[in-house]
């Protein structure tokens, strides 16, 4: 069965530092997988996605960014965080043309 | 503009109180209608993907449906364990349009 891994499950980081979360799907090959960010009371804003290894397209001009250096590993980045970077980022999977995605547990991101 | 609408935004039901949930889209050529259910502080839950007016989906105490305009997930004889905010999104083009959601709790 499919598994994905979200790490760190909390963080908190001063404004201005660096940013790296990661995400890993087991179980399934060529993935098309995405990172989402929740704020609350809202519906899921999505910020990136990917169709293959070093393929990102991007949703929302921001201060963050991607990479897929690997078929089931998805990064999330930042240089600088700001305030406004706080939220509950998800990443999901989806097999290749498939619509249903599947989430992972999600990470907590303050920033301060 | 593509847009999907939740309602309502929170709902207090006690426990064996059935009601409905309600999902209105907008959206050209319809490709597919996810709900999902979500526990604080955790990733969303795949549960039913609809894809035509007319079609049921039902999962023990929930069932989804779906019209041309909307879908409904209805909620039989609830338990406190049934609370969590459900999602909705629908296909456009290559990524999900998603609701707001609506906050369940189930009163025992």
């Known amino acids: 069965s499919q598994t994905i891994h979200q790490w760190p499950a909390t963080l908190v980081q001063p404004v201005g530092s660096p940013l790296s979360l990661e995400c890993t799907v087991e179980?399934?090959?060529?993935?098309?997988l995405y990172w989402y960010r929740q704020a609350a009371g809202r519906g899921l804003q999505l910020l990136f996605y990917?169709?293959?290894?070093?393929?990102i397209s991007s949703e929302v001009p921001q201060n963050l960014s991607a990479s897929r250096p690997q078929d089931r590993q998805f990064i999330l980045s930042s240089k600088k965080l700001l305030l406004s970077d706080s939220g509950f980022y998800l990443c999901?999977?989806?097999?290749?043309?498939?619509?249903?995605?599947?989430f992972g547990p999600g990470t907590r991101l303050t920033v301060l | 503009e593509d847009q999907v609408t939740q309602s309502p935004e929170a709902l207090r039901l006690q426990e064996g109180e059935s009601s409905s949930l309600n999902c209105s889209y907008t959206?050209?050529?319809?490709?597919?209608l996810f709900w999902y259910r979500q526990d604080p502080g955790k990733g969303p839950e795949f549960l039913f993907t609809?894809?035509?007016?007319?079609e049921e989906k039902e999962k023990e105490r929930l069932k989804a449906t779906l019209t041309k305009k909307e879908s409904f997930l209805h909620i039989t004889a609830p338990k406190p364990e049934d609370s969590a905010t459900y999602l909705c999104?629908?296909?456009?083009?290559?990524?999900?349009?998603w609701g707001a959601g609506t906050k369940l709790i189930i009163k025992p």
């Open positions: 999901a999977w989806s097999v290749r043309g498939a619509n249903e995605q599947f």
């Open positions: 179980g399934t090959s060529n993935p098309n």
């Open positions: 990917s169709v293959g290894i070093g393929q």
């Open positions: 959206v050209s050529g319809l490709r597919g």
């Open positions: 609809l894809y035509s007016a007319g």
């Open positions: 999104a629908v296909v456009r083009a290559y990524q999900l349009i």
